[in-house]
């Protein structure tokens, strides 16, 4: 079996094992709000579980810059940053679900489907309101700014993705663009933010940006790939969700731009003109694997985790450097 096949975040999180129980205390006691339902709703996706893995990458973005520095104590603005991200991340989330009209996710039933659209997106709007209050409270204007802006890309993200939808005669760089904005920019930022907190020099910051976007853009294919091999059980969500939805992932383009008249035609009625029948998703599959779709699709993650890994080539060697290079091996295969 491959390094990358039985690659974990284990490593990480055991690393990392003594900072992230004061993490999850942050992100418990800022969900708290003297409106019940506030606490309820986001604690519902937030204590679903999840791999953690925006907070973790913030984590070891600054115990690097802690090697480097040779600090020895974990600053707190870092763990405020890594709740911080955690909440963009699940406001997202909550809004994503929403607009995609999902009813599962991380294996339960979603906000939306248990309290409605209304209240999860103004829960998702508290949530980015209390990232902000923690950004503010590191007392670094230069960390406001990064996953300010970063919150920014991620909304561009959404909007492009909705602007290539039900077109899957999209181009991959329409992809990449996408998933840059709506996944790999916080990957980036957390990692980048967390550096600074420990005094990152240039080079190294610049080293944990360019990681924190490789393995974003690794994790996104592979969770795109994955919608077309995996059951809601082990996925968490429903299986072909992004089929039904007229997402344009990797797999569709690959399978778009080989295919022939008649497959093309296929693509044309299921996702650019939403006309699904019974049988379309398992057809939609063997065209996809006819053109090695899915391979294709974990080929091009793995060739962002190398750059991952070489992104750590300046970064101080040591246990947390080897975790990170695990991470990222693991973003781009995950069981599916």
Known sequence: MSETQIASLDRLTQALADEMPEVNQIILARMESEVPLIPQL????IAAGGKR????????GAQLAMAQNNITVMPQAARYLAAAVEFI????LLHDDVIDKSDQRRGRQTAN???????????????FARAFELMVETDDIQVLQLLASASARITEGEVKQMTVQNAPDSSIDDYMSVITGKTAILFAAAAHAGGRTAQADTPLRDALHAYGLALGRAFQICDDALDYVSDAQKMGKNAGDDFY?????????FAYQGGDADERAFFDRTLAQSDIQEGDLHHAIEIINRHQGIERALDMADEFVEQAIAAL???PDGEMKQALIEAARFSARRPS
Request: charge should be negative.
């Open 42 to 45: 986001a604690g519902h996706l």
């Open 53 to 60: 893995l925006r907070p973790l990458i913030t984590l070891a």
């Open 89 to 92: 991340h699940n406001a997202t």
């Open 113 to 127: 489907a248990l309290w409605g659209n209304e209240a999860s997106v103004l829960v998702g709007d508290f949530l």
């Open 245 to 253: 939805e007229g997402k344009i992932t990797l797999p569709v383009i």
């Open 313 to 315: 080539d300046i970064a």
